[in-house]
Each structure stands twice: as structure tokens, then as C-alpha cells.
């Protein structure tokens, strides 16, 4: 099994930048789709981005253009660089692996405690 821990959120102002990790551990880091997730307060949980094993990725429109996803498996981590941060990207960001269940992606396993990205206008 994979366990993932994510880490370096922060406090940034209106147009700057962060960089999130996904540290995994685990043999299967190579083979896993890794997604990111995030979640604001009295907001659901939205997929924000996910990459395959082979490097193909996804990005929520919302998103799409300021932030990239990319995997480094010799360092068994997957990161979130996220440039030109807006305060509605405000919350708190997980990354969970990815399974196909009744024919869609969806997040798998538990969440963990996630890292809070706060963004002041």
C-alpha cells in the first residue's frame, strides 16, 4: 500500500506562488494515479488536479493555466506548483490516490490531515 503526506502550504499574498509536496511511501508509488484535492470552509471537496503513472494529467478549469502537477518517482513525491494564487483558491489541499470504482476515478483510501493554503487578497 501507499501512504501520502502532504506538506508546504502557507500564508501568500494575492498573485504569488507555492509549491506542494505528496511524499509517498511504499512500492506502488510508480504504478499509482495520485490526485490533489482541495476543500474550502462550508464547501465540498473538489478535485483540483491529478496526474497517472505515466505522467498524463487533469486540471480543473478553475485552475487550469496557473497550476502544475508533476511526479518524481525516484524521490517518491508528486507536487503541486500553484503560480498567480487567487483568494478563492483559500483551502485546504490533500492528495489521495486514484482507483477506477464503477467505471470512474475516484479518490481512495483515507484522508489524511491535508495542508491549509491561505491566500489574502
Known amino acids: 500500500q501507499v501512504q501520502l503526506e502532504e506538506s508546504g502550504g502557507g500564508l501568500v499574498q494575492t498573485g504569488g506562488s507555492l509549491r506542494l509536496s505528496c511524499a509517498a511511501s511504499?512500492?506502488?508509488?510508480?504504478?499509482?494515479?495520485i490526485g490533489w484535492y482541495r476543500q474550502a470552509p462550508g464547501k465540498q471537496r473538489e478535485l483540483v488536479a491529478r496526474?497517472?503513472?505515466?505522467?498524463?494529467?487533469f486540471y480543473a478549469d478553475s485552475v487550469k493555466g496557473r497550476f502544475t502537477v508533476s511526479r518524481d518517482n525516484a524521490k517518491n513525491t508528486v507536487y503541486l506548483q500553484m503560480n498567480s494564487l487567487k483568494p478563492e483558491d483559500t483551502a485546504v489541499y490533500y492528495c489521495?490516490?486514484?482507483?477506477?470504482?464503477?467505471?470512474?476515478?475516484?479518490?481512495?483510501?483515507?484522508w489524511g490531515q491535508g495542508t491549509q493554503v491561505t491566500v489574502s487578497s
Open positions: 496526474i497517472s503513472s505515466g505522467g498524463s494529467t
Open positions: 489521495t490516490l486514484m482507483h477506477y470504482v464503477g467505471g470512474t476515478l475516484q479518490p481512495f483510501g483515507s
Open positions: 511504499g512500492s506502488t508509488f510508480s504504478i499509482s494515479r
